[in-house]
RNA sequence: UCCUCUGUAGCUCAGCUGGUAGAGCAGGCGGCUGUUAACCGCCGGGUCGUAGGUUCGAGUCCUACCGGAGGAGCCA
């Protein structure tokens, strides 16, 4: 007997047909006129297979009581056009096994209302609530997209490495990884640590970016990029921050922060509309239950080009709004999430992408402009979500780079290979860093990074 | 890390100015029903985050600590 998803069947599912459904319960009615109603969830997609069941099929009354909510059951069945309402077709049973029961008095899940607070505390049995089911659903689409949005231009999927001996950008706190004894350290009470000693005869980390890496491909073979885990040991407590986060970071040699930013932009537009055309029920679940705002949100990013203003003019914009902020802003000052939210949310209600920063705001490798002052960076804010990319033209020449490490406090000999790619046959090129949660928060409309990826580690928090 | 809020039954919450705990859902039992967040009735279930303190008396007031959430900083 074909074993058929539920996602298919409901979609396809001819009556008449015999096939084989497995899953989980979400829910059972019984009628004591001698049958019950199954709704069985697989994970395929958001609706349940309605399963119905009499009482004269094999095992009926012993089984039947250990359907309940979060119980897993294989049902052998023939399709047959429903007469109730709220389904085209339903599966009458010819054979009904319960492969795991799940104990009604202490299965934490319940049919409905609970928070995600809640929910966070047991996140390995979210995933079977309708709202996980979904962004896990979402997440999987804009991975894909990601990776055939880049494929379909050529890019090259590059692995970079996860353990670092690099400060790269000074971008944050750093995980140190380390295979010395800590606890017999800290008994000897030593007052240096020997890292010669250490795993890799050095201090090494996990990556907060792949961006070095991906340059030195990218000045290469060309267009590439990465798409992995990143961490940072940032005691941040936001619901906008991840110790352990997934970003995407593409690296484009001959490219001009123009072009980067006409690739940013039709990135996410490609993204959102990927999202809009194949996981619809999911979206529309979002629109109903989650955010009402954001199908509006999306269909502007698909069909209106990005703001593009230049650092100088949003503060202009900021100063001239009459608004009281908490926090003033002037030139050569870091726009605040208030400023952002002004910007994206109120004043243009739609994705704005600034650029041309203060280069004492923005790190060494950032192309310096002409006007001495300003650098080729460029941030692209989001209704809801904020800073959702960050990139920049890189600086290519050799004499610059060095003189604005030295601004930045760092060793140039420590980056020998960073600046050899100066040193030989440099080239223009940019690229940009994407936080993929904030992508799924942006296109699912949650509003807390931690309910869009499987697992969050925070400050405190790594639990499963 | 800072600021604010919060911690009462398995879950979501109520409990006003202090007088020793309630509802809905979930669970059990029974009834009804081609049902679909099903419905109706009954029942069980809480040392009110922890430790102190004020008081004749504290879920309610005070202090400390521990959770949780939101905002800020940092950034993706």
């Keep these: ?194 890292w010669k000693q250490d795993f890799f005869g050095k201090p090494a980390s996990l990556t907060v ?56 932009e039709s990135f996410i537009r490609t993204m959102v509309s990927d999202v809009l055309e194949h996981c619809a029920e999911d979206m529309e679940f979002f629109s109903q239950r989650i955010d009402p705002g954001v199908m509006a949100r999306l269909e502007t990013i698909r069909t209106k080009d990005f703001i593009r203003l230049p650092y100088t003019e949003a503060i202009e914009i900021i100063q001239r709004s009459g608004r009281k902020f908490d926090y003033a802003v002037q030139w050569g000052s870091d726009l605040q999430t208030e400023h952002e939210r002004f910007l994206t949310e109120e004043h243009f209600g739609q994705p704005v992408i600034l650029y041309n920063y203060p280069r004492t705001l923005k790190p060494f490798y950032m192309r310096c402009n002409e006007d001495g002052k300003t650098v080729r960076a460029m941030d692209v804010l989001v209704p809801g979500v904020g800073e959702i990319i960050g990139g920049s033209q890189r600086e290519e020449r050799l004499d610059v780079l060095v003189q604005r490490m030295g601004e930045c406090h760092l060793n140039p000999d420590d980056y020998w290979w960073y600046t050899d790619l100066r040193k030989y046959g440099t080239v223009p090129h940019a690229g940009f860093g994407l936080g993929l949660e904030r992508a799924v928060l942006l296109i699912t409309g949650m509003t807390n990074i931690r309910d869009v990826i499987p697992f969050p580690r925070t400050p405190g928090h790594a639990e499963f």
């Design 1 to 194: 007997m074909p074993v058929t998803r539920i996602a298919t069947l409901l979609k396809n599912g001819q009556p008449g047909t015999s096939i084989n459904a497995r899953g989980w319960v979400r829910t059972r009615r019984d009628s004591k006129n001698g049958f019950s109603f199954i709704e069985l969830n697989d994970g395929s997609c958001m609706r349940n297979l309605q399963i119905v069941v009499e009482n004269s099929v094999p095992g009926y009354e012993d089984s039947i009581r250990s359907v309940t909510t979060g119980a897993s059951i294989s049902v052998d069945g023939v399709l047959k056009e429903s007469p109730g309402k709220g389904q085209r077709i339903e599966l009458h049973a010819t054979s009904l096994t319960v492969l795991g029961a799940a104990d009604p008095q202490t299965y934490p899940l319940q049919k409905k209302g609970h928070t995600f607070e809640f929910l966070r505390d047991i996140a390995h049995l979210r995933p079977r609530t309708n709202t996980f089911g979904a962004v896990a659903r979402v997440r999987n689409r804009i991975s894909w997209s990601i990776h055939s949005f880049f494929q379909n231009r050529g890019f090259l999927y590059l692995n970079t490495p996860i353990i670092t001996t690099s400060d790269c950008e000074g971008a944050g706190e750093m995980f140190q990884v380390t295979t010395l004894d800590l606890a017999m350290l800290a008994r000897k009470q030593i007052e240096s640590i020997d």
């Design 209 to 264: 970016s792949g961006q070095l890496e991906a340059e030195t491909y990218a000045t290469a073979i060309g267009d590439c990029y990465t798409f992995g885990p990143t961490f940072r040991a940032e005691n941040s407590n936001t619901t906008r921050h991840l110790a352990e986060f997934w970003m995407v970071e593409p690296e484009m040699p001959f490219y001009d922060l123009e072009d980067n930013m006409a690739l940013a």
